[in-house]
């Protein structure tokens, strides 16, 4: 059985000790094995920070974001292939495996074209020259400049291509070298990604762990970073590492989001904006098969629409086919592993307790094309809640899964906000109104408790790329449940992989260092 090796210190390691195997979630099929032990994480860690970080200092901005270019080209290049490997091995559709291959390609692409705006420096003024002193003379000022250690990569199962690509971007174009760990279960297209990159990238400035993490975050210093992605309880063992704590290892996180999605009271289903909230709603619940940390979890409707919008989405759901998600005519395919299946049952059991069947039961579905009992299906389902504020179920626990709930609210912007604040921080939330006092209320009222808030209207409708698509010109992450973290949002992205200095001095040698 072909092993997947981790391309560390130039070299592609296979590592030894007990195998793990990478299926296809379909079918159940093992495609290929990867070793759980065997690397040596110290010398990878030391490599990156040495030959990868000069290698990048080399570079000025412009030169980096040439290198993105790059690493974008090779990824359209192989976008057949990779769309096979993510169907493979990610359960996905053809269409899911677009979303995060050309989600990659196009965020190396807008961080390639950053760099060449960013020009032929290497380190990035803020802010102007202040006379800090009794006389212009003595100025102070702000600069960032690229970290000095490595910056280590942890992502999810669900976006194999994008969560290497999106963190790579803005790491690479700060001048930090990158060691980048993919979930184990779908490392198939990452470790592709990362034979197409290796020929390209200076030496040192991109690694691949493929497998579990050992020790790596025993080896991070004071200079590195930690970008993380995934569910809170990886998180919570993250952020209580003695590492982390000890040498301040400045850390990102990105985990669960109970997003919501609220019908404005004004809103009538047949115009644009109630298609828009119909059309948004049902994509996040079967694109990905529910898995994506972006899909609407909650979806808030006035009262007395609960019944019809119920009526709408279960009539759209019946016509979603599941199963292999290799033919043309199915639309969602399985959820990427056995222990994600479990999970997902377990809080659709939940969700069952607390709340009323609309579609679907308990997700119970008989996958097309695929043989009886094999595979980690589960068919899309949907609940709903007359009482949302006391549903722990709704609030408290992200099913990443086909599956969400419908929510009754009276159509007031105070209620709206008390029942998406219960979700204690979220990455997206989609608000579909017309109004725009009621709009505006909304934003200051659960705005705080976001990274970004999606305006559905009937202007921006027909143009409208739908909350779960994360850009890379704006910012992706959020408070509490979603971790407290920041990526992306155009330059923005970069400040984690930088040193925000300020500098005071003599006003003139101020100006010339910051060019
Ligand atoms: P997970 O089990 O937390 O795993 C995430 C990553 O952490 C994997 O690469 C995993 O490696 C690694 N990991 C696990 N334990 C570790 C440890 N002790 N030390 C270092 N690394 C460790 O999450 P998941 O099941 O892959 O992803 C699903 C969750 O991610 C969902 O809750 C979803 O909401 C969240 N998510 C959030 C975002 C976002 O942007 N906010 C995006 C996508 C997903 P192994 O695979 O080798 O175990």
Redesign the pocket.
């Known amino acids: 059985m072909r092993v997947l090796a981790s391309y560390l210190g130039g070299q592609w390691r296979p590592g030894h000790g007990p195998e793990?195997p990478l299926v296809n979630p379909a079918t159940e099929e093992v495609l290929v094995q990867v070793h759980s032990q065997g690397q040596d994480l110290g010398a990878a860690v030391e490599h990156g920070r040495t030959a990868g970080r000069s290698a990048l200092a080399e570079l000025t901005f412009a030169q980096r974001g040439e290198l993105l270019s790059t690493m974008a080209k090779a990824i359209h290049g192989a976008r057949e292939e990779l769309i096979s490997l993510a169907v493979e091995n990610g359960g996905n559709t053809r269409s899911d495996a677009k979303f995060d291959i050309d989600g990659a390609s196009a965020t190396l692409a807008y961080y390639a074209e950053l760099g060449h705006k960013l020009g032929d420096g290497k380190l990035l003024a803020d802010g102007e020259v202040l006379q800090v002193g009794r006389t212009a003379r003595m100025g102070g000022t702000h600069a960032w400049l690229t970290r000095p250690g490595l910056a280590v990569h942890?992502?999810?199962?669900?976006?194999p291509a994008w969560?290497l690509g999106e963190k790579a971007a803005c790491a690479l174009l700060a001048g930090m070298p990158v060691l980048s760990?993919?979930?184990?279960?779908?490392?198939l297209v990452a470790h592709r990604l990362m034979e197409l990159f290796a020929p390209l990238v200076p030496k040192g400035a991109l690694q691949l762990l493929c497998?579990?993490?050992g020790d790596?975050?025993d080896h991070l210093g004071p200079g590195d970073v930690l970008a993380?992605?995934?569910?809170?309880?990886?998180?919570r063992?993250?952020r209580g590492?003695r590492n982390v704590i000890e040498h301040s290892v400045r850390l990102n996180?990105?985990?669960?989001?109970l997003n919501a999605a609220v019908l404005g009271p004004d809103v009538d289903l047949g115009s644009e904006t109630g298609q828009l909230f119909l059309a948004d709603a049902l994509r996040d619940m079967t694109q990905k098969t529910g898995?994506?940390?972006?899909a609407i979890r909650r979806v808030l409707v006035p009262a007395e629409r609960l019944d019809e919008v119920a009526a709408i989405l279960a009539e759209r759901l019946a016509t979603i086919v599941v199963g292999d998600p290799s033919r043309d005519d199915v639309r969602m395919g399985p959820v990427?592993?056995a222990?994600?299946l479990r999970?997902v049952r377990a809080g659709i059991a939940r969700l069952a307790a607390e709340t009323a069947a609309v579609f679907g039961g308990t997700g119970e579905v008989t996958p097309r094309g695929i043989a009886e009992g094999r595979g980690f299906f589960v068919g899309p389902v949907l609940r709903s809640t007359r009482a949302p504020l006391e549903c722990g179920a709704l609030n408290d626990h992200?099913v990443?899964g086909p599956v969400s709930t419908l929510a009754a609210y009276d159509g007031s912007s105070a209620a709206a906000t008390a029942i998406v604040a219960r979700g204690m921080g979220g990455?997206v939330t989609s608000v579909y109104s017309d109004d725009r006092d009621w709009v505006a209320r909304m934003v200051t009222g659960i705005g705080p408790w976001h990274g970004r808030l999606f305006l559905g209207s009937a202007k921006m409708a027909a143009q409208s790329p739908g909350p779960g698509t994360?850009l890379p010109q704006l910012v992706?992450?959020?408070p509490g449940r979603?971790?407290g973290?920041e990526?992306l949002g155009g330059q923005r992205g970069l400040g984690f992989y930088m040193q925000r200095l300020a500098l005071e001095g003599d006003a003139s040698v101020l100006k010339s260092l910051l060019g």
């Open positions: 793990l942890i992502n999810a199962f669900n976006f969560g760990k993919p979930a184990t279960a779908t490392a497998g579990p993490a790596l975050l993380f992605t995934g569910s809170s309880a990886t998180a063992a993250l590492h996180i990105e985990a669960d989001s898995q994506k940390c972006t990427a592993t222990a994600q999970d992200e990443f990455l994360v992706h992450g959020g979603a971790g973290g990526e």
